[in-house]
């Protein structure tokens, strides 16, 4: 069974709906990111990664992290543990695209995901502000802090970005890790595979 687990409910699909990040907590899930060939405008992928190719946008993932098939629609996600923690997932690199972000702006779609933090959780905004992304048109993110209240972590770090394409389609991205993965340069490398690809 999973040590750590983060829910989160989603106003993407409904409240009373949970995005839950857990290590090989999915009935059946024992795949990792595809082998898949990288296609023109795909995410570099650093030594030990994956490409991950998720419709209008590409990133990678470490080589051993898992798919969490337990996301509600429209979310992909994939899942890693912490080197110290091996059967706990520490760090998490996500998209969300959904018709709800179709007419919002890339600082609205930012927002858009943040809003699923429950309110009893200790989250705090850390920073925000516009950025860019290989591809991306308009690209907004804000960063978070969350509190843990488990033994083995005590912050996750995550960032949410709104991106709008050159061609207008809306969607986001979720970078999450424990503070000890964001120390190891983890964090990091996932932000640099991240990029909107032509469909």
């Known amino acids: 069974m999973p040590l750590l687990s983060l829910r989160f409910s989603t106003r993407a699909v409904a409240a ?22 990288e296609k023109p405008g795909s995410a570099k992928t650093p030594d030990d990664f994956t490409a991950v190719d998720s ?19 429209g979310w992909t996600r994939y899942i890693g543990p912490h080197s110290s923690e091996p059967d ?26 943040g809003e699923e933090f429950p309110a009893d959780e200790q989250v705090s905004v850390e920073d925000s ?4 992304l290989p591809g991306a048109e308009e ?14 972590f005590d912050r996750y770090h995550i960032s949410d970005f709104g991106i709008k394409s050159e061609d207008g389609t809306v969607l986001a991205v979720r970078i999450g890790a424990v503070t000890e993965m964001v120390e190891d340069g983890t964090f990091q490398e996932l932000e640099k595979t991240v990029r909107v690809t032509p469909e």
């Open 55 to 73: 419709g209008s946008l590409s990133y990678a993932a470490p080589q051993g992290w898992e798919e969490d098939r337990e996301v509600v629609e």
């Open 16 to 37: 009373v709906c949970t995005l839950t990040l857990a290590l090989s907590a999915c009935s059946g899930n024992d795949s990792g990111p595809g082998e898949q060939d």
């Open 139 to 152: 690209v907004y993110r804000i960063d978070y802090e969350h509190e843990f209240r488990l033994p083995e």
């Open 129 to 132: 502000s516009t950025t860019s």
């Open 88 to 113: 706990v997932a520490a760090a998490e690199i996500s998209d969300y695209q959904g018709a709800e972000l179709e007419q919002l702006t890339a600082e609205e779609a930012a927002n858009y995901i």
